[in-house]
């Protein structure tokens, strides 16, 4: 097949949010532009390095005979899929109760004499397994990524200092799901036919 630059693509999130999550057993969408269960809440602007795939291979370890011989090569560890990015909206309720727990978040509203408040009590508790849901676009393309099953850990905290944003690294780890599915990846590409 020859080369093509109608398939190259680079990614940006929608306007309507790149990153989002919802609860365990939430309807998960089965293509790129269905609109998505009410359920699922963005998390509102991530930093400039966007979304990062990263993970390990699997990994085999050979078995040798006596002599040297290798007489089999045995799977040690299934490989491993992760997204990182870094959430910048921390006055956002959905970003603080992804980051320390929903119940650990309480939200007053904004009045005409004081702004929107969060308290937020960190514990420390574990993030819970949810949905994940990344939706990106360029030009007339479309892309999502759907994690049926994903566990959040929180990476780090960004420095507070006037120079720049802060914000929470987050790393997720996509568990497989009941038909052993980590990732479901839909494309859609804009070269429609006359």
Do not use: H
């Not at 097949?1 to 949010?17: F, T, Y």
């Not at 929107?116 to 849901?133: C, F, H, N, R, S």
């Amino acid at each position: 097949m020859a080369q093509n630059a109608a398939n190259v693509a680079a990614a940006s999130p929608l306007v309507s949010g790149g990153i989002l999550a919802a609860p365990k057993g939430t309807a998960l969408p089965t293509d790129e532009s269905t609109a998505l269960n009410a359920a699922f809440k963005a998390f509102g602007y991530a930093s400039e390095s966007g979304l990062e795939p990263s993970g390990d291979g699997a990994s085999r370890k050979d078995i040798k005979a006596w002599g040297g011989d290798v007489v089999a090569s045995v799977l040690e560890s299934k490989s491993i899929r992760k997204f990182k990015f870094t959430l910048v909206e921390v006055f956002n309720a959905e970003t603080a109760k992804l980051a320390f727990g929903p119940g650990n978040v309480t939200v007053t509203a904004a009045t005409p004499t004081a702004g929107t408040k969060l308290a937020i009590l960190d514990k420390g508790d574990e993030p819970v397994e949810q949905e994940y849901v990344f939706d990106m676009f360029y030009g007339g393309k479309k892309m999502r990524i759907v994690v049926p099953v994903g566990q959040m850990s929180i990476l780090s905290e960004s420095p507070m200092v006037d120079s720049d944003l802060m914000g929470y690294e987050c790393e997720i780890t996509c568990l497989p799901d009941a038909s052993g599915v980590r990732t479901y990846r839909y494309y859609a590409n804009d070269d429609k036919t006359a």
